[in-house]
């Protein structure tokens, strides 16, 4: 990952490396799996990949808009 992205991190998935030679700063929200479930398939244009009925993948890229980045920065 790097900096000013976001991604959808399946739910039990660890996903943090500590990195003692840079700052890192993360935020962090747990929603309902039937939330992100929903979400993903009524806003599949924001993913960057098909969308399957099945995944293993345990992270999700989602595109960053500047809505979101302003939220971030809020």
């Known amino acids: 990952m790097e900096g000013g992205s ?3 991190v399946k739910k039990g998935a660890c ?20 939330y992100i479930r929903n979400f993903v398939h009524q ?18 890229p989602v595109r960053v808009d500047p809505v979101m980045v302003a939220f971030y920065n809020s």
């Open 43 to 60: 806003n599949a244009v924001l993913i960057n990949r098909p969308v399957e009925a099945v995944t293993t993948n345990q992270i999700m």
């Open 6 to 8: 976001a991604v959808f």
């Open 15 to 34: 996903i943090y490396e500590q990195i003692f030679d840079e700052v890192f700063c993360v935020i962090t929200f747990f929603v309902p799996d039937s």
